[in-house]
């Protein structure tokens, strides 16, 4: 049915009409005092957010411009890093990296496992010469429906001592606890059509004074991704090239809307709604494809059993009007994707489920 | 009044209702095949704009990513570029080439004065052995008003035979003629927020055939802004990594006007704007600050005289809701600049001469 969309995709996540409707105002000057005031509220929401008192950088980029940012400004080329590769998004910021001349050293698990905390430690145990610059970890691996412990590998990184930790937070922020100052994370990237509930094109990164350390004897070259001037630009409330404006009127509609819900219980409501998209699947006889206890919040991985995942994914589309993710690279076609994050109810979670079964039940 | 401003600066500009309304759909999934169609529609029309056969890459990304992106993804840290310099912008893309190691000459003129042909012509013919990899050239340097003479620059660029030519077409494109296959301009960048009437997010790069092959050699490292990828995503109506799918539905409403009113009809109506703007303002008595010759047709700089310009620039935002630009750097309080660029009909031009002489005479 037109325009009768749902979306349960990791993202673009749903959209509320508040936010939709605030993106549609009229853009003004981005060097106005009226703008600079926004940015200034834009700046303290985000912290509230990221729960921690360091700039969050703002940049018209994805998820992975975010990243690049992330990566690109405290390494310098032959800089060795560990990159944790368990799914599509850790594989990126391994190629990422070796294509900025890194030296990097992948710890791997399979697809829809976790990666083993123990691995790390061992690695940073073993570097008495403190090499290893950075360690780079996709918190929730938006490809296979795994949460990594992010909390525990960053334990190893503290008592290394050297190396930064630069952590993929594209779906994991805003869906889950990731208290950036408390666990004392250095570089913390998203992007604003997950759990921000804005249309994509926003890209975020937080940076600890350790990282800022690091930045000033990083020499990668960086010109529109160089941290600095955003730095200096946000500490006036301004920018260093052209927002994009009506993206940022979006974000102050849904960050408004963050601290109306509060963040525990945004984070519950996550949980709440894993929990039942989780159940219901198996009540449905369908495997998962990650277990339980390492369950990411923002997505859940489906095997279609002994069905076609592409024609479960068409049925669902054509005749419910709920749009779900297919598997990526070799899981495509194998796993099929239910995506509860951002503005996500439990009535989408128990549609979703009901045509789901609907759809089965065709199949049988 | 609240929510009664007009923009007359040289971006963001105006956008349209249909465009506002547009961006303020639900968001699809950008991997659907309804997107994938949406992506089609628009690389044909981005074609039609640029007046080009090769692709036009869409980058999530401001003016100066899309810039960045023109630049590193042909050349190699030592190679030789001259960057033409005369405003804020040209100043830019020498700093820029810079940080990324190239070796950079300069070809100044004065602000506010056009960049002499002739001596593109000298250093290029003096380099016999072909050493010039690129010439990087501002089209329309919107800190002074000023439109340089792409056309014949090119020309002697062409006659060099090994070096691209690199063009800064960000106020220029949708507004002035820029033939890309006539001229043969190797690579052309533009950003959303001027002539193409929509928010600002996302930025634009035509590459010919010559800068592809250029490319194959090139070593300056890159990931998010590495073309090849949007390349062979575009061939598949796709992207490489998630697109601002909002402000992609905005281009599609502002590329559909934009066919509606037709390529001639916007350079004319341009040309007209510029031409009532200029005369407007001498006949108030205010000098203008680039001659008429070589005047832009995206912004109007305009010399206050015996005012300040921020005064002029506070009244006519407070009293009659209408927002001007000031001038950049050693410009600032010196000169102000009226945009009449995008979508702009001659009553917002006659609006913003009429509020201006009312300025002029409170402050007399």
């Not at 490809?143 to 993929?168: F, P, R, W």
């Not at 529109?224 to 946000?234: E, G, H, Q, S, V």
Request: proline share 4%; aromatic share 6%; charged share 25%.
């Amino acid at each position: 049915m037109q325009d009768k969309l749902m979306l349960m995709i990791p993202g673009p996540t749903p959209v509320p009409e508040r936010v939709l409707l605030a993106m549609a105002k009229h853009p003004i000057g981005h060097r106005s005092g009226d703008f600079s005031k926004i940015i200034g509220e834009l700046n303290e929401d985000l912290k509230w957010l990221h729960q921690t008192k360091n700039e969050v950088l703002t940049l018209c980029a994805s998820g992975t411009g975010a990243m690049e940012a992330g990566i690109i400004n405290f390494l310098s080329k032959g800089d060795r890093v560990l990159v944790g590769n368990n799914g599509k998004f850790g594989e990126r910021w391994a190629i990422l990296s070796r294509a900025f001349g890194l030296e990097v050293e992948e710890i791997s698990a399979e697809w829809g496992k976790q990666l083993d905390p123990e691995d790390f430690r061992a690695k940073l145990e073993e570097d008495t010469e403190k090499k290893i610059k950075a360690v780079i970890i996709t918190h929730s691996e938006t490809s296979t429906g795994v949460l990594n412990d992010l909390e525990t590998i960053n334990k190893h990184v503290k008592a290394h001592g050297e190396a930064l930790i630069i952590v993929d937070a594209v779906t994991s922020l805003g869906a889950v606890n990731v208290p950036i100052d408390e666990w004392g994370l250095d570089v913390v990237g998203s992007g604003s059509q997950k759990g921000y509930m804005i249309p994509p094109g926003l890209g975020f990164v937080a940076v600890s004074d350790k990282a800022w350390e690091a930045y000033k004897t990083a020499t990668l070259p960086k010109f529109y991704l160089d941290l600095a001037p955003y730095k200096k630009a946000n500490a006036k409330n301004s920018s260093p090239f052209t927002p994009p404006i009506n993206l940022m009127y979006a974000l102050k509609a849904s960050l408004e809307m963050m601290k109306e819900e509060g963040l525990q219980n945004i984070f519950d409501r996550h949980k709440r709604l894993t929990h039942i998209c989780r159940e219901g699947v198996k009540a449905l006889g369908l495997p998962l494809y990650a277990s339980d206890e390492i369950a990411a919040l923002a997505i859940t991985a489906v095997i279609p059993d002994k069905h076609d995942a592409e024609q479960i994914r068409s049925i669902m589309r054509k005749k419910y009007d709920i749009a779900l993710a297919g598997g990526q690279d070799h899981l495509s076609g194998k796993i099929f994707r239910m995506g509860h994050l951002g503005f996500v109810s439990e009535r989408d979670v128990l549609s979703a489920l009901g045509a789901l079964k609907e759809t089965l039940a065709q199949l049988a």
